[in-house]
């Protein structure tokens, strides 16, 4: 079952006119049995692909243990080296509004990058070390900030609005009108159906998945 959809590649990426590079396809397998086995090679166009414990898509860092540890601390890593350049502009005596703004398109668009897609099921540890980020650039300029869950919780709404007011959009029938008519819910059943477009919209999620009951005021 699963070397069927991987031994039509070949033939479908051929019937678009299209080249599949099989040293760049990469296999993860995700597995939670308490007994493991080894699986066997996948084999295209009779090279074995590579087998990976994670990986990148679209800016976010999967795992096989479906965590988000690694996403969190790699894109912390990248924020924090980006603070150094803001230190730099503080002792060059710029002002605030000037490093507010290139705080938010360096370094914030870092940590908020397809957050809606992880930051919900995130740990309590690898929260913190994303606030910390957030705490550190507030210092350096020494203005208040909005924190990661702020961000995360105004993407969410934001997205939300857009796919209740577009009836055109995939994921319009995911949403559910609550009896009060004020609120939406997000179908349990399509939970995870959900998340995939999450994570494959333009390479830009805003809308959360972490909790099966999450509400969006009507707009």
Not at 135 to 146: D, N, Q, R, T
Not at 184 to 202: P, S
Request: proline share 4%.
């Amino acid at each position: 079952m699963r070397l069927e959809p991987a031994q039509a590649l070949p033939a479908s990426s051929r019937t678009n006119n299209l080249s599949l590079n099989v040293d760049k396809t990469k296999e993860m397998v995700v597995n939670f049995r308490r007994t493991r086995r080894d699986h066997s090679p996948l084999h295209i166009d009779c090279s074995i692909v590579e087998t990976v414990k994670s990986t990148k898509f679209l800016r976010v860092h999967l795992a096989e243990d479906l965590t988000w540890s690694l996403n969190t601390s790699t894109i912390t890593k990248k924020a924090q080296q980006r603070l150094y350049f803001l230190r730099r502009l503080r002792k060059a005596h710029l002002p605030p509004p000037i490093l507010t703004t290139f705080y938010r398109g360096t370094i914030e668009s870092i940590l908020s990058s397809c957050i809606t897609a992880w930051f919900g099921n995130c740990t309590a540890i690898d929260r913190k070390s994303l606030q910390r980020v957030v705490s550190m650039a507030e210092k350096i300029i020494g203005v208040s900030l909005p924190t990661i869950t702020d961000i995360y919780t105004t993407r969410c709404i934001r997205k939300a609005n857009s796919i209740v007011g577009d009836h055109t959009q995939p994921s319009h029938t995911l949403l559910t009108l609550l009896p009060s008519g004020k609120s939406y819910r997000i179908n349990e059943e399509h939970v995870w159906i959900w998340q995939w477009w999450i994570l494959t919209d333009d390479g830009v999620s805003d809308i959360s998945i972490s909790d099966k009951h999450a509400t969006n005021k009507k707009s």
